[in-house]
């Protein structure tokens, strides 16, 4: 059964802490994906990777970076936490594009920041 | 990329088939359709897609008008674990085309 799974669940931390999220997939899948969602505003890209050592920007890359060191994990780092980060945070994995692009999501990280 | 029109809410009795419609009328000719579902508090989950033939899974099967304007997701025996928002999107097949834009979806209940 395919497998993407995430460091936590629930995760809580203070302003201005740098947050770590891992994610890992079992797949062998080239691409990468952290997303965060929140009511009324839908799924929105932060970053995706397409390769390893590669990253490109979603559409709310401020506050984020990404590292991909090794091909089944993909980190989202938040430099500086602050309030408006919090979020359920989403990383997704996928073969390839347009018609092999099935994203398969993992459980997701409920962040706050307090 | 197309947008996709839903309606927000839809209920279905336990067993039977949940026709879920999706309106795309400004798709373009290589964009697919994909479906995917989100239930409570879990990361959302991949479906079926397709071009423009129907498509058939273990899971639903997904219909297409020939003018592919539209499309039906069907549930062939909807369960109460089925419950759950479902998002029809439109994703180019070209290169670069990665990101998934998620609108806001039908939420389908099946009732007991």
């Known amino acids: 059964d395919v497998k993407v799974t995430q460091s936590s669940r629930y995760l809580v931390k203070r302003t201005g802490e740098k947050v770590f999220l891992e994610c890992v997939q079992d797949?062998?899948?080239?691409?990468m994906f952290w997303y965060r969602q929140d009511p009324g505003l839908g799924l929105r890209l932060i970053y995706f990777?397409?390769?390893?050592?590669?990253?490109e920007k979603g559409d709310i890359p401020e506050g984020y970076s990404v590292s991909r060191e090794k091909k089944e994990r993909f980190s989202l780092i938040l430099e500086s936490a602050s309030t408006n980060q919090t979020s359920m945070y989403l990383c997704?994995?996928?073969?390839?594009?347009?018609?092999?692009?099935?994203?398969?999501f993992g459980p997701g990280t409920r962040l706050t920041v307090l | 990329d197309a947008k996709t029109t839903q309606p927000p809410s839809m209920d279905c009795a336990e067993g039977r088939a949940a026709n879920l419609p999706c309106n795309h009328s400004?798709?373009?000719?290589?964009?697919?359709v994909y479906w995917y579902r989100q239930i409570h508090s879990q990361g959302p989950q991949y479906i079926i897609h397709?071009?423009?033939n129907n498509e058939t899974n273990e899971m639903a099967s997904l219909i297409i008008t020939e003018d592919r304007k539209s499309s039906t997701l069907i549930l062939p025996h909807a369960t109460l674990r089925d419950t759950a928002v479902y998002y029809c999107?439109?994703?180019?097949?070209?290169?670069?085309?990665?990101?998934?834009?998620f609108g806001k979806g039908t939420k389908l209940s099946v009732i007991p």
């Open positions: 990777s397409y390769d390893v050592k590669m990253k």
């Open positions: 999107i439109a994703v180019p097949s070209g290169a670069g085309s990665y990101q998934l834009t």
């Open positions: 397709g071009l423009k």
């Open positions: 797949m062998d899948h080239e691409n």
């Open positions: 400004t798709i373009s000719g290589n964009e697919y």
């Open positions: 997704a994995s996928s073969l390839g594009q347009g018609a092999y692009n099935e994203q398969f």
